[in-house]
């Protein structure tokens, strides 16, 4: 005996719904199987659910397409941020600037390992430290650190920051999209139960295999359990809307 199963993907919810509001058009209301109170919350059901899809397909396309750029854009960043750094401790093991350089940078005078930068965060913070501390020193009249110079680093650096602040645009955006579709699809799963509920109350009184039909007709989905396939005619399953 086939069983009846609610949609569980969103293709399928978008199906379900559009198969009922067809039925709803294509009928006047005292011939349709569900009420008109239902027909009423499919029709603003159904756009809404729609663009939030589209919005959540086109977030999740667009954090796609930028993500290989943002990977180049922070691996060129932490390359050079680590490179100044590695030049300054490098200078200052020749004796070429002095210990206190350090201090301008916000680095530990007695830590000669370069600091953690494993994260964007990381990233974000290292580059400001020198950038600032950098500009801190030539306002003494000290000799500039080189190759790479900090005018450098901070091309770097920027179009990193710019990009991360996009990528985060885009996370929170996506964030929202992802909230506002399960909440609509919560609602949705409400609806079409209570939809397919009362399309099956309406056809109850008649035989089994006709009572599928006509709901299936609307859109009702019923499936048959693996032990049962192979007894059936699968042409009279496709036309009654099995699967």
């Not at 922070?74 to 020749?94: D, G, L, T, W």
Request: avoid cysteine; hydrophobic fraction near 35%.
């Amino acid at each position: 005996m086939p069983y009846r199963r609610l949609p569980n993907t969103d293709s399928a919810r978008l199906k379900a719904l559009h198969a009922a509001r067809k039925k709803s058009k294509e009928l006047p209301p005292f011939k349709l199987a569900f009420s008109q109170g239902l027909a009423q919350r499919i029709e603003n059901i159904l756009p809404s659910l729609e663009t939030q899809l589209s919005e959540h397909r086109n977030v999740y396309g667009l954090q796609l397409e930028r993500s290989k750029e943002f990977n180049r854009l922070e691996k060129k960043a932490k390359m050079y941020i680590s490179h100044f750094i590695q030049v300054v401790n490098m200078a200052i093991q020749r004796g070429d600037l002095p210990l206190t350089t350090r201090d301008f940078f916000g680095l530990d005078p007695d830590e000669k390992k370069l600091p953690s930068l494993s994260t964007d965060e990381e990233i974000l913070e290292w580059g400001k430290r020198l950038i600032e501390g950098e500009h801190q020193r030539r306002m003494k009249g000290l000799t500039p650190v080189m190759n790479p110079g900090i005018a450098l680093v901070k091309v770097h650096f920027d179009k990193f920051s710019e990009a991360y602040n996009f990528q985060d645009s885009i996370k929170k955006r996506y964030a929202t999209a992802v909230s506002q579709v399960n909440s609509r699809r919560d609602e949705t799963d409400q609806v079409i139960q209570q939809l397919w509920n009362e399309i099956e109350n309406t056809f109850k009184d008649l035989p089994e295999d006709m009572r599928r039909s006509k709901a299936a007709d609307y859109g009702v989905v019923y499936v048959y359990r693996k032990n049962e396939l192979s007894g059936i005619d699968l042409s009279r399953a496709a036309s009654l809307n099995i699967s």
